[in-house]
């Protein structure tokens, strides 16, 4: 039995159609990159760019993007068995590869674990739902209050209808949006935050 409160959220949630994050988010590449069997990711910083990277773990090796531009920079089809996944680490980390090779990067996914839910400035993402086990990607700027009509100060911005949902959430740095499922990565991205005098 769930309480009239909760009917009339349940209600919200399944009427707000799937819409566009606000400005400043983009979406990178304007579509979700095929990944099948993908188990997990984690964010890293190029250390060149500064750019936000992320790393992807499937069945099929080990990728990491440009968070910024979405493009592939290096790949591990082949990597080594006992580290492949990262429930063979106690903090949920697969080693870096490419520019961050050498490093360990904390996955989120199949395995557990978790990406941030809020940005520095108050942006918030939360998962919900409403028809499951179909997810969907809340995104907010009202500290996840969620308050109001869809496309005011929530946006419905992902459904996961199609296939499993492994994560969702922020990167350390705030500046990408990531939204993993078992079959694909589809991130936002904004610009650096405005340097205070």
Same mark, same amino acid.
């Given at each position: ?12 949630? +399944? ?12 979406? /990178? +590449?304007?579509? %979700?990159?095929?990944?099948?069997? +993908? ?13 936000? *990277?992320?790393?992807?773990? =499937? ?9 910024? @531009?979405?493009?592939?920079?290096? %790949? ?6 006992? @580290?492949?996944?990262? $429930?063979?680490?106690?903090? *949920? ?22 990406? &941030? ?10 998962? /919900? =739902? ?16 969620? %308050? ?8 419905? /911005?992902? &459904? ?5 949902? %492994? ?7 705030? *500046?990408? +949006?990531? /939204?993993?499922?078992?079959? $694909? ?13």
């Amino acid at each position: 039995m769930i309480t009239e409160y909760q009917q009339r959220l349940r209600a919200r949630y +399944l009427g707000a159609p799937v819409m566009a994050a606000p400005a400043p988010w983009q979406p /990178v +590449l304007d579509a %979700r990159t095929p990944i099948g069997g +993908l188990l997990g990711i984690g964010f890293a910083v190029h250390p060149d760019t500064g750019h936000d *990277l992320v790393m992807v773990v =499937s069945h099929d090796g080990h990728g990491l993007f440009d968070a910024v @531009t979405g493009e592939k920079i290096a %790949r591990d089809r082949d990597p080594d068995p006992a @580290t492949s996944t990262p $429930d063979a680490h106690p903090d *949920l980390a697969c080693p870096g590869l490419g520019p961050v090779a050498g490093t360990g990067i904390r996955i989120a996914g199949l395995f557990g674990g978790g990406l &941030h839910g809020t940005t520095p400035d108050g942006w918030t993402v939360n998962v /919900v =739902s409403p028809d499951w086990p179909h997810d969907r990607v809340i995104l907010s700027a009202d500290g996840g209050a969620n %308050r109001g009509a869809a496309g005011g100060t929530w946006w419905h /911005v992902f &459904h996961s209808e199609y296939s499993e949902l %492994r994560a969702a959430g922020f990167s350390p740095t705030g *500046l990408t +949006l990531a /939204v993993a499922t078992s079959s $694909d990565l589809t991130l936002w991205a904004r610009p650096q935050f405005p340097v205070e005098d």
